[in-house]
């Protein structure tokens, strides 16, 4: 049986695959998103504060060029008196957090939550991963990524995955706010892009998230997709072997979605999740691939959605923003910490923060249930 009449085969049961909550089947690609239409604003309490906002374009703009990287959008709040009184875009989004106005965040994050625990990004231009990748001889980088091309030739892939397997980092101070989220029952899902595993390892339970790009967590043929056991697949690779699937002789590799193959099941929970989420925060990523980057887009038009990245990056290139967008650019340490503070939660995160990395109920990185002793528990902001 050739590789080829083995793909088709693969794929043809996997379309069969009836996706739920009615969504069609979707694969990675790096097309850039098409805007959804604008629907027409709801009528909904927080417009009031919104509608009040105005966008500095000039200094969005300077850091769509990346003159200024370190700013934030400016919204102006008036006062019933008719005076108005400046707020930046955390000061904005942590007082409807403070009001009890948002009880359902949605998370949406990328490779740039992850570079504070020394995990470069994917497209920095020269730090980023596929700056580096020079010594895997590969025809472009995002090929170390395409199952096309790892069917052909695994091992720059494998070569790769030695330094990916997850175990040599540990979440940062933005995970563990998003696991604040969670434990003041204000964390509806959180969807990342990272295969890096300190979601889970920081303690955000399995329920509330969703690893849209896949983990290492388990592994199977990337041909019949017969499961193989992770840690087996991870010692063949670390060896420098492929490991090899005992019932159609394909490679195994961790699941870890390619360009090219479906996202995990979990993902479509989106269609249920976006409709609900009352917050959006989009975390470090260049919402450069789909279909995850177009996720943003699928909140109602009232929703805050607040941005926290070096730069504006997807609907927040383009001008003017929607109304009830923000964004806060810069370090996203120092942005999340800043909101965390107007929140009054920096000293409790501190203190989460070093209890967890002290080992007091730390977490396998190869455990892919993500159990954590206190990992679900949560306490109310109200
Ligand atoms: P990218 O590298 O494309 O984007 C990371 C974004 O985070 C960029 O906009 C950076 O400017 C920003 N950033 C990095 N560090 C930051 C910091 N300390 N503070 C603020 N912003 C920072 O990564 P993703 O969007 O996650 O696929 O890439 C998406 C997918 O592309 C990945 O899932 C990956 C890749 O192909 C796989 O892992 C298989």
Redesign the pocket.
């Given at each position: 049986m050739t590789l080829g009449v083995n793909m088709s085969k693969a794929k043809s049961s996997r379309d069969r695959r009836i996706a739920p909550l009615g969504v069609s089947r979707v694969t990675?690609s790096?097309n850039n998103p098409q805007e959804c239409q604008r629907s027409k604003p709801t009528d909904s309490g927080l417009v009031d504060d919104l509608s009040l906002m105005s966008v500095s374009e000039q200094q969005a703009s300077l850091a769509r060029k990346g003159k200024s990287p370190s700013l934030s959008t400016k919204a102006v709040l008036s006062s019933p008196s008719g005076s108005s009184v400046p707020r930046g875009a955390l000061e904005t989004v942590g007082r409807l957090m403070k009001l009890g106005r948002v009880r359902n965040i949605v998370v949406v994050?990328?490779?740039?939550?992850s570079?504070?625990s020394g995990i470069?990004?994917?497209?920095?231009p020269g730090t980023?991963?596929?700056a580096n990748l020079a010594k895997y001889d590969i025809p472009y980088p995002?090929a170390i990524?395409n199952i096309d091309y790892f069917s052909d030739n695994p091992h720059p892939f494998f070569s790769l995955a030695k330094e990916l397997y997850p175990g040599h980092h540990r979440p940062n101070y933005v995970h563990y706010f998003v696991r604040m989220l969670h434990q003041k029952g204000l964390l509806l899902r959180m969807y990342t892009?990272?295969?890096d595993g300190l979601e889970k390892l920081c303690g955000i339970p399995d329920d509330k998230l969703v690893e849209?790009?896949?983990s290492f967590a388990t592994a199977a043929c990337h041909l019949c997709y017969t499961p193989y056991p992770a840690e087996e697949a991870k010692q063949a690779i670390m060896n420098g072997s492929v490991p090899i699937c005992t019932f159609c002789a394909g490679a195994v590799k961790p699941n870890?979605?390619?360009?090219g193959e479906d996202l995990p099941e979990k993902y479509f929970q989106h269609a249920e999740d976006f409709p609900k989420a009352d917050l959006l925060m989009i975390?470090?990523?260049?919402?450069?691939?789909e279909p995850?980057?177009s996720l943003v887009n699928t909140v109602k038009s009232t929703v805050p959605r607040l941005l926290?990245?070096?730069?504006p990056?997807g609907p927040f290139e383009r001008r003017p923003l929607r109304r009830a967008d923000y964004m806060e650019?810069?370090?996203?340490?120092?942005?999340v910490q800043k909101l965390a503070e107007i929140l009054g939660w920096h000293t409790e995160i501190h203190d989460l923060m070093n209890s967890h990395e002290n080992g007091l109920s730390y977490t396998d990185p190869s455990n892919s249930s993500g159990e954590n002793s206190d990992s679900s528990e949560t306490d109310s902001m109200h």
């Open positions: 990675r790096s994050a990328g490779a740039g939550i570079t504070a470069p990004d994917f497209r920095t980023g991963l596929y995002e990524f892009q990272n295969i849209a790009h896949g870890v979605v390619f360009f975390m470090g990523t260049s919402l450069k691939i995850f980057a926290l990245n070096r730069y990056v650019l810069g370090d996203l340490s120092d942005s």
